[in-house]
């Protein structure tokens, strides 16, 4: 048989094996209210089911006004500390915040100053990779997407660990501490190899300053000449510290208790969690945000038209433009109600990104795009709790006026989130002790056995 018609009468298999799959697949949505199934293991009004308990953050979206619960402007814990006093405290002493924020993730507690310099030390030490692991791993298979190419990179490095297998803390301090510092380099190695060899661009490897943060380094790999502003690096430490941890409910977080919860190694634990993060509901979101304002700019002849934003976005939700998925990406949250911290706060430094990019006229269109979706939305959806822009809004705007690829920002949200899963996964075999297993009712219907032939 030629090789086309073969290649056409396969997919002609699968297409009909396809259509038998759903027809026997798709179960009934009234079904799940009649057995009170919380899809999503959430209730209508957002709430999660409890599955568990953390020390590690904490999100507050209501209070108690006269004994009722009413929604309020959204707060966010990390140890118990807020996060904007955490902001605060060390854009006030001018200096990098992220591993400040690792270290109380990990410990539960704010450092010292010698304490915070000795693990920013131990960070930079263990900041380098096995003896030609970029060569034999990272560059002999190169990919177009940098989340596989990360989680690929983390399995691979189980293989080079003389006690993979150990979940005595101790041990898996070490893991968590040396994925924290190499996820930069496994991210920017595996960018690299792809724009060299699936691009045909220039290949840069930078050997990085162990002395440098997190989001210095980041810019110091990436960028051919390895320099960067304060400002820039700045404003990336930032976005690193508002990703860092978000709760034991985020899809990712409850992944690692979950494959955690199995007994398994560090390695294929993070990898599960980067399988989960690589979806588009979950840390892929900015990238859609950043595509949705580059169509929003190409149809939108006057962006200070608040009329034509609010036509396009309408048409948005009506899925008549853009992906025509009817969401408005980067609008919302799962568990904030007014507003979301992390956006709050970003937003301010975005502001002072953009004036000294010259990129003011693009930062008012983000603005009123927030001010006028909500109002959009309100008109057209049945909403159970407020709707306000989220950290996803403002965070991929960053990363394009910082000259990251967009192949980077998934990757980039895994850097900063290391830390809440390193956090999670050791809190897990702590605390855990019993492999989690929820229930699944079944409604199939018994059936009666017959033989092959009489089939």
Known sequence: MPKDLAYYETNRELTKLSDKLLRNSVIDK???????????LRDLDGKGVRTGLTDISEIVQNKIVDGKTVPADGQLFYRGYNIGDIVKGFVDDGRFGFEEVVYLLLFGEMPNIEQLSEFRNMLGEYRTLPANFVRDVIMKAPSADMMNTLARSVLTLFCYDSNPNDTSIENVLRQCMQLVSVFPLLSVYGYQAYNHY?????LYIHVPDPKMSTA???LTLL??????????AKVLDMALVLHAEHGGGNNSSFTTHVVTSSGTDTYSAISAALGSLKGPKHGGANILVSKMFDDLKRNVSDWEDDEQ???YLSNVLDKKAFDRSGLIYGMGHAVYTISDPRARILKTYVGKLAEAKNLGREYDLYQRV???APEVIGKKKKIYKGVSANVDFYSGFIYDMLGLPTELYTPLF?????AGWSAHRIEE???GNKIIRPAYMSISTHKEYQKLSDR
């Open 223 to 232: 960028r051919p000449d390895q320099k960067y502003t304060e400002l820039e």
């Open 370 to 372: 927030e001010r006028i």
């Open 30 to 40: 009234e079904l799940y209210a009649k057995y009170d199934v919380k899809r999503g």
């Open 198 to 202: 699936l691009r045909n661009q220039s």
């Open 414 to 418: 895994a850097i900063a989130r290391i």
């Open 309 to 311: 934003i609010e036509e």
């Open 216 to 218: 210095e380094v980041v």
């Open 429 to 431: 075999l702590i605390n």
